[in-house]
């Protein structure tokens, strides 16, 4: 296979860079605990990008963080490949197990969204909420909810062959 | 009455020295995905369990069986 980059060198020659490239198994292996990761990716810019005191630039690194979360989480649930897998593999990581898991964890994010608005829908009488955070609510609880459910039913479970 | 697809694929299996690794490559899926049909967590679709069998030398109604 060819490699995936260059680096330079010491000496100064370019020479083609070593990067792990994970296997279908280990791809599956690590999704589920990648899945962890993103509440925190979450919860981080929810602190600053709705605070009156945080100047523009934060913001807009916020707002970016944000964005890349959820084109991970798009990116991850829509199956997009990995260039160095092959076309079996694709086939291996993308399974109809990973796919019924990824239609599990969808159903219960929409649940998240719909029970989340009408929970905001009552905060909001309570005290105004601004557009902002109304879809930031809505897009992290459908989220999380998501990522925990695929977490969930992709757990490691005890293999017969190990 | 609740209903449950049962499986013979863990007896076959070891019956014909395979490793879940094994036949997950033999059927184009992931090795996590033999471990939840055999556990009975996930059900196959027709074209899985038609894999299964063509790999296992069975067929389908000998792997597969509904159990009330």
């Known amino acids: ?162 | 009455m609740t209903e449950r697809l049962a499986n013979d694929l863990k007896e076959r299996r070891t019956e014909l020295g395979l490793t879940q690794g094994e036949l997950a490559g033999g059927c184009g899926v992931s090795r996590k995905t033999i471990n939840t049909v055999e556990n009975g967590i996930f059900v196959p679709s027709t074209l899985l369990a038609l894999k299964l069998a063509a790999a296992l030398d069975r067929r389908v109604e000998e792997l597969f069986w509904v159990e009330a």
């Open chain 1, 1 to 162: 296979m060819s490699p995936t980059g260059y680096k330079e060198q010491p000496n100064g020659v370019s020479q083609p860079a070593r990067f792990h490239r994970p296997n279908a198994e280990e791809v599956i292996e690590r999704r589920s605990g990648f899945a962890w990761m993103l509440p925190i990716g979450l919860v981080m810019p929810a602190m600053k990008l709705f605070d009156a005191d945080v100047d523009p630039f934060t913001r807009y690194l916020y707002f970016a963080l944000f964005v890349a979360v959820i084109i991970t989480a798009c990116w991850w649930l829509l199956a997009l490949p990995f260039r160095w897998l092959s076309e079996a593999d694709h086939q291996k990581v993308n399974d109809e197990w990973a796919q019924a898991m990824t239609g599990d964890a969808c159903k219960w994010a929409v649940a998240a969204f719909m029970t989340s608005a009408v929970g905001l829908m009552a905060f909001d009488i309570w005290r105004p909420l601004n557009t902002g955070e109304v879809i930031y609510g809505l897009v992290s609880a459908a989220l999380l909810t998501g990522v925990t459910r695929m977490s969930w039913l992709s757990r490691r479970e005890p293999l017969d062959d190990d």
